[in-house]
C-alpha cells in the first residue's frame, strides 16, 4: 500500500529565514506530486505540483519554491520567510495519469514569528 | 462568485440523525467531485468521489450530483460523534486540477 509522508510535523521559523519542507511518497511509481497550504480557517491553497522528476507547476507567484529532485520525493522551500507564510502545509499525490484522486499526508504546521 | 461554496457552518446534528452537506461550484467544465474529510488538526482524509449525476452510496453515506444546477451534495446517515469534522468538497476542474471549499463543519451531539 502507499504511504506518504512529511515533516518536520511542526516549524516555528523567524521571520527571514529559510525554509525546507520534505515530502516522500512510498509504494508507488511515478506519482503525481502536490503542496498545498491551509491558512487557519480556511480552503486548500494549491501552491505547486509536479507529474515528474524535475517538472514542477507553480499555481500561486510568492517567495516559495519547489523541486523533486527524485521520483517520489517533493521539497517545498523558501529563501526567506515572511509572517504571511504561516500556515498547515500538506504535501498529496494522486496515481500518475489520475491527477484528480489524491491523498494527503500528515501535513507541516508551520508558524512564522 | 467563489468557485466553490458550502457553508462554513457549524452544522450541528443529534446522533443519529441525517446530515446534509451542500456545495455549489462554477466551473461548468468540472467532471469529478471528492469529498473528504478533515478532523480538527489533521490533514483532510478522501472519503467519497462521484463522477455521473445522481446518487452513490457508501456504507453510510450519500453523494447526491447534480451538473446543470452545479450542485453537489454529501449525505451522512445515522450520524455518529466521530463524524464530526469540517467536510471539504473539491470538484476537479477542466485543467484536472482539484479546486476545494473551505469546508463545513459538522458537530453531531450525543
Known amino acids: 500500500s502507499q504511504t506518504i509522508h512529511q515533516w518536520p510535523a511542526t516549524l516555528v521559523q523567524p521571520v527571514g529565514s529559510p525554509l525546507s519542507l520534505e515530502c516522500t511518497v512510498e509504494?508507488?511509481?511515478?506519482?503525481?506530486l502536490y503542496w498545498y497550504r491551509q491558512a487557519a480557517g480556511r480552503g486548500l491553497q494549491l501552491l505547486f505540483y509536479?507529474?515528474?522528476?524535475?517538472?514542477i507547476s507553480s499555481e500561486v507567484p510568492q517567495n516559495l519554491s519547489a523541486s523533486r529532485p527524485q521520483d517520489r520525493q517533493f521539497i517545498l522551500s523558501s529563501k526567506k520567510l515572511l509572517l504571511s507564510d504561516s500556515g498547515f502545509y500538506l504535501c498529496a499525490w494522486s496515481p500518475s495519469g489520475v491527477r484528480e484522486t489524491q491523498y494527503f499526508g500528515p501535513g507541516t504546521r508551520l508558524l512564522v514569528l | 462568485q467563489k468557485e466553490v461554496e458550502q457553508n462554513s457552518g457549524p452544522l450541528s446534528v443529534p446522533e443519529g440523525a441525517i446530515a446534509s452537506l451542500n456545495c455549489t461550484y462554477s466551473?461548468?467544465?468540472?467532471?469529478?467531485f471528492f469529498w473528504y474529510r478533515q478532523y480538527s488538526g489533521k490533514s483532510p482524509e478522501l472519503i467519497m468521489f462521484?463522477?455521473?449525476?445522481g446518487d452513490k452510496e457508501d456504507g453510510r453515506f450519500t453523494a447526491q450530483l447534480n451538473k446543470a444546477s452545479q450542485y453537489v451534495s454529501l449525505l451522512i446517515r445515522d450520524s455518529q460523534p466521530s463524524d464530526s469534522a469540517t467536510y471539504l468538497c473539491?470538484?476537479?476542474?477542466?485543467?484536472?486540477?482539484?479546486?476545494f471549499g473551505s469546508g463545513t463543519q459538522l458537530t453531531v451531539l450525543p
Open positions: 509536479s507529474v515528474g522528476i524535475g517538472q
Open positions: 462521484i463522477y455521473s449525476n
Open positions: 509504494g508507488t511509481s511515478n506519482p503525481n
Open positions: 473539491a470538484p476537479s476542474g477542466s485543467a484536472r486540477q482539484l479546486t
Open positions: 466551473d461548468r467544465g468540472s467532471q469529478s
